[in-house]
């Protein structure tokens, strides 16, 4: 039977989150890497009010709203939350993160569904950016009003939500050196920004893959030139990039060649792999949107998790150069850009490997071609610290309270910059990262969507780790935070 706890938090997603994320859909709010005119176009200011205005307006003692807005800076929505309910009020502190950057529309939506117009159907609240990471705001501060509400503590708490994570939180660092008095000594960090294996029980992230981005372009020509005079004399530079990938991977399995874009693969991680596979079983596959015929590139669900967690893979996401098919004239093209996308394992140095891979594609040119590797972001990935103990039962207990099923855990193949900024800041903290992308929800993609009942336990979830974050017991002396380095003097991606 429901408490009157997670009934609060079901009525306030459905008489208020809904309606206020759905005014959030229809925001063109793209991140600044896909609307250099983001300023100018207003659409992120307008973002940021929403979901400043629904924060404000709930009923938590002591919360304090600030929209920061640093030079020449994406803002950040900045809340801070003093401890409640005979907590100790400390400097001990629960930092709350997600974001309301949103990727670029997509092509490719069903009938009935468009990037900025929110459809509600069969539970699913369809539109970009409400799963990842609109949600987010809305989820935390409902968790905390629902504690509140029973006169259950919590620590201290502090929100951020960044307005640039979809563009690598390149502005995040300078915000934290602004606010890092006002953080606090953070022992818990809880993440809204990540997925789930499905749809039944709490997920935990276990780790994040890092990521190397960059435009690898090659010209041949001054201009283009009849085909047919120049074919079999110059070579294509199409073929001349096909021959440069090769260097980076084996086009027949997908396997990345390079050992700097490798990494160890923990014995911990290998064997919760092997749990969730289990878990999971057929419906991890069955959660794409495949071509008809179309199947994985290994049958076994372990390797498939592995391969998506804990191993560099490319993608290939943009090309210039390229008319479209009724532009395209019997020319040989002067030059071919690929927007490459290489996801590299959490322990990767995702910077470094961004200079190896653009000394590895530009070394001796194919034929004296220009050949030019632009790093475009280089992201660090994460791998979480040990669990402890008092965190393994409170995200089982969440769980079982929530979904009626124990938690899993599983690394996700994204990134998200901030976790590896995080794990330096505050070695001795406890990460509780989750999310609502489970399967079909396509974040990046088209038709993306929020699971609604998904998103109200996920809220609840975080009610009662915040709660338990309180009673929790060491049983050894928490390590100190390390001595703060300069946090834009690292590079993030």
Not at 232 to 260: C, M, N, Q, Y
Not at 348 to 363: F, G, H, I, N, P
Request: glycine fraction near 10%; charged fraction near 25%.
């Amino acid at each position: 039977m429901p408490d009157a706890s997670s009934e609060f938090i079901a009525t306030t997603w459905n008489d208020e989150i809904v309606p206020v994320l759905s005014q959030y859909i229809r925001i063109p709010n793209k991140s600044p890497l896909f609307d250099p005119e983001w300023r100018e176009h207003g659409y992120m200011d307008r973002a940021v009010e929403l979901i400043a205005d629904f924060c404000r307006a709930r009923r938590i003692a002591g919360l304090r709203l600030e929209v920061q807005r640093l030079p020449s800076r994406t803002p950040l929505i900045f809340m801070e939350i003093p401890a409640f309910g005979g907590a100790l009020e400390s400097a001990d502190t629960v930092l709350l993160y997600g974001h309301l950057d949103k990727q670029p529309e997509f092509s490719g939506w069903s009938e009935g569904l468009a990037p900025f117009e929110p459809v509600l159907l069969d539970g699913k609240l369809y539109g970009r950016g409400a799963a990842d990471d609109g949600y987010a705001a809305f989820a935390a501060v409902t968790a905390i009003e629902a504690l509140q509400r029973e006169g259950k503590a919590h620590a201290r708490c502090v929100v951020l939500i960044e307005a640039c994570e979809e563009s690598g939180s390149y502005d995040l660092p300078a915000y934290v050196e602004h606010l890092r008095p006002r953080l606090g000594d953070v022992s818990l960090v809880i993440c809204l920004d990540s997925g789930c294996g499905d749809y039944d029980r709490l997920w935990s992230t276990t780790s994040l893959r890092g990521i190397v981005n960059g435009d690898l372009s090659v010209e041949v020509l001054r201009e283009g030139v009849h085909s047919g005079d120049a074919s079999g004399v110059v070579a294509s530079s199409f073929r001349i990039a096909r021959t440069l990938l090769s260097r980076l991977e084996d086009e027949k399995t997908g396997t990345i060649k390079p050992k700097f874009l490798h990494g160890p693969i923990p014995k911990q991680r290998l064997a919760q792999v092997k749990e969730t596979a289990k878990v999971l079983k057929g419906s991890f596959v069955a959660g794409y949107p495949w071509a008809q015929g179309m199947r994985p590139v290994v049958r076994d669900t372990s390797v498939l998790l592995t391969n998506r967690t804990w191993r560099p893979a490319l993608s290939v996401t943009g090309a210039a150069g390229l008319p479209d098919l009724q532009s395209a004239g019997n020319v040989l093209r002067p030059s071919t850009t690929l927007k490459l996308s290489i996801r590299v394992p959490p322990t990767v140095d995702a910077v470094r490997a961004t200079e190896q891979l653009q000394a590895l594609l530009e070394k001796d040119p194919p034929y004296g071609a220009q050949v030019r590797f632009v790093g475009e972001k280089a992201s660090q990935g994460w791998n979480a610290p040990a669990l402890a103990p008092w965190l393994g039962r409170a995200l089982n207990e969440a769980s079982s309270a929530a979904f009626g099923k124990p938690a899993a855990f599983l690394g996700e193949g994204g990134s998200i910059p901030f976790m590896a900024m995080l794990g330096e800041e505050f070695p001795a903290a406890q990460f509780f990262i989750t999310g609502v992308l489970g399967p079909g929800s396509n974040a990046h993609g088209p038709n993306e969507f929020l699971h609604l009942l998904t998103g109200r336990r996920v809220t609840q979830a975080v009610s009662h780790v915040l709660n338990a974050h309180v009673g929790r017991d060491f049983g050894v002396a928490r390590p100190k935070a390390r001595k703060r380095k300069s946090a834009s003097k690292k590079r993030r991606g």
